[in-house]
């Protein structure tokens, strides 16, 4: 009964953080592609948009917080270490690629999306690691 | 660190997912904890010995 009261909160928390990154994801490419594609450029419109995906992003992180609440203190180290080594390599990866743009090493601008992507691939490599290690 | 959770789980013929169940964590952890791979905090540990009846010092042993 207990297993069962624990693993319906843990679902219920795991969904809702899934719909809220689901709805943030959405609504920040609608963020970006409408103002191109929809209301083209429409400054207002950009405004309310953006406005609206800043809070279904603020909701997405309370529904993280949740998540991280629901675990148990295994589970809660194995995030921590993931989140510790994503952070760093988000640091030390994003410095990096930063000083090859000021010093021009490289040719292209420095991209944001490119930092966001080394910041979620780090997390899950370290996520599933952590899970294995402690299997 | 050491710990006697296995035989004790045993001795009362519980699975890791009943200990997991009473001490509302998850079965990894417990299994964790067998191993040695993971030790529980000082709550869980306190948990740990009033399910089973003891002190803590007799489910836990520092390694040398």
Aim: aromatic letters at 6%; zero cysteines.
């Amino acid at each position: 009964m207990k297993t069962e009261n624990r693993n319906e909160q843990m679902k219920q928390a795991t969904k809702s953080l899934a719909i809220w990154t689901i709805l943030w994801v959405l609504s920040l490419a609608l963020s970006i592609f409408g103002s191109k594609l929809i209301w083209q450029e429409n400054i207002v419109l950009s405004i309310l948009v953006i406005s609206i995906n800043t809070v279904i992003g603020i909701k997405m992180i309370y529904a993280n917080v949740k998540h991280l609440s629901a675990q148990d203190e295994l589970q809660k180290k194995i995030q921590l270490d993931a989140m510790g080594i994503a952070l760093g390599a988000g640091v030390v990866g994003g410095l990096s690629y930063s000083s090859l743009d000021v010093t021009n090493v490289i040719s292209s601008d420095a991209e944001i999306s490119f930092l966001v992507m080394l910041i979620s691939i780090s997390y899950l490599v370290a996520l599933l690691i952590g899970k294995q290690r402690y299997a | 660190m050491k710990n006697r959770l296995k035989v004790l789980r045993a001795e009362r013929d519980m699975t890791q997912a009943d200990l997991a169940d009473s001490l509302q964590v998850s079965r990894q952890t417990i299994n964790a904890i067998e191993k040695g791979k993971f030790d529980p905090s000082l709550p869980l540990a306190f948990k740990l010995a009033k399910l089973f009846g003891l002190k803590i010092e007799e489910i836990f042993e520092e390694e040398e």
